[in-house]
C-alpha cells in the first residue's frame, strides 16, 4: 500500500450506480482534469467496472476501489467478492462498513472487523465508516456509539497496520439527505474519533489516521468541510454520479492550492 497523508481525499462512492460503458466513459474524463497532486481522488465504483477503470487509471492520481468485500479468502459464499479478487482487479482500497451494508444486510462491527483484517492482510487499504443513528444523536449518545463502533471494528489489530486506514465518519441521517451535519458538528465528532483512535492505537498514528466526512456533500458545502482542522477528506455519494458535479468538488480544492 503506498503511503497516504492527511489532506485532501475526495472519494466519490458510486454505490451501485453506472454501468461498464458508462463508468468507463466518466474516467476517461475525469483523469485528464485531475491536474493537481495537493488533491488525491479516490473512487470506489461496483466490482463489474473495478478491472477495466484500474487499468484506466494506471500512471495517472486516480485511485480505484471497491464497495464492500467478504472477509473469508475463498469457498461457498455464493454472491460474495474476496479480497484476493478485488486485488487481482486492482482495488486499492474497499468501503467497509458502510451504513447501507449495516442497514440493508445487517452487518455488524464483528463483521466488519474481520474485514478490516482481511483486507490489511491482502495490502487493500480499509475505509471505515462509522457513524450514529439520528435517535442516538437526539439521545445523545453520538460520542459513545462512535466509540464503541471505532473499539469494535479495530479490536486485536497491530496499531502500526492501522496507520493505512481511513476512517470515514458518515451520520446515517445525513446520507442521502436534504441536508447534512454543518462543518462544526463534524469537526467535533472528527475530533472525538481522533482522541479515540489515540486511545486504541496511539497518539502518533492517530494523527496520522485520514478521517473523511460523508453525507450529503456537495460543490457548495465541501470547501467549508474541509476547512476544519480534523476533516482530511469527503466521502461523496450522490455528487460524485455526474462528472461536473465531482470535478465542481475536486477543482475548487485545485484553485486553492494554485494561489
Ligand atoms: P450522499 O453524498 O449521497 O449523501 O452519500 C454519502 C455516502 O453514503 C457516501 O458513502
Known amino acids: 500500500m503506498n503511503p497516504i497523508k492527511r489532506g485532501r481525499i475526495i472519494t466519490g462512492n458510486w454505490k ?3 454501468t461498464h460503458a458508462q463508468a468507463l466513459d466518466f474516467i476517461k474524463n475525469l483523469i485528464p482534469q485531475l491536474t493537481n497532486e495537493a488533491v488525491q481522488v479516490f ?3 461496483p466490482f463489474t467496472v473495478i478491472y477495466s477503470s484500474s487499468k484506466e487509471a494506471v500512471g495517472t492520481p486516480l485511485v480505484i476501489g471497491a464497495q464492500n468485500m467478504n472477509d473469508a479468502s475463498e469457498g461457498a459464499f455464493t454472491g460474495e467478492i474476496a479480497a484476493l479478487m478485488l ?3 486492482g482495488a486499492q482500497f474497499v468501503i467497509l462498513g458502510h451504513s447501507e451494508r449495516r442497514y440493508y444486510f445487517h452487518e455488524d462491527d464483528a463483521f466488519i472487523n474481520r474485514k478490516i483484517k482481511r483486507a490489511l492482510s491482502m495490502q487493500i487499504r480499509p475505509v471505515l465508516c462509522i457513524g450514529e ?4 444523536r437526539e439521545s445523545g449518545r453520538t460520542q459513545e456509539i462512535i466509540d464503541n463502533q471505532l473499539r469494535s471494528c479495530l479490536a486485536d489489530i497491530p496499531a502500526d497496520t492501522l496507520k493505512n486506514l ?3 465518519y458518515e451520520p446515517v441521517w445525513a446520507v442521502g439527505a436534504l441536508e447534512g451535519a454543518t462543518p462544526e458538528q463534524a469537526q467535533e465528532i472528527h475530533a472525538a474519533c481522533r482522541v479515540c483512535l489515540s486511545e486504541i492505537l496511539n497518539a502518533e498514528i ?3 489516521i485520514v478521517i473523511q466526512y460523508g453525507g450529503t456533500v456537495n460543490s457548495d458545502n465541501a470547501g467549508a468541510f474541509l476547512e476544519q482542522p480534523d476533516i482530511d477528506g469527503l466521502l461523496v ?4 454520479l455526474s462528472l461536473q458535479s465531482f470535478i465542481e468538488i475536486i477543482n475548487p480544492l485545485n484553485n486553492e ?3
Open 206 to 208: 492517530a494523527q496520522q
Open 166 to 168: 481511513i476512517v470515514a
Open 43 to 45: 473512487l470506489a465504483v
Open 133 to 136: 443513528t439520528l435517535e442516538e
Open 87 to 89: 486485488k487481482e482487479a
Open 237 to 240: 455519494g450522490r455528487a460524485s
Open 16 to 18: 451501485m450506480n453506472k
Open 257 to 259: 492550492d494554485e494561489t
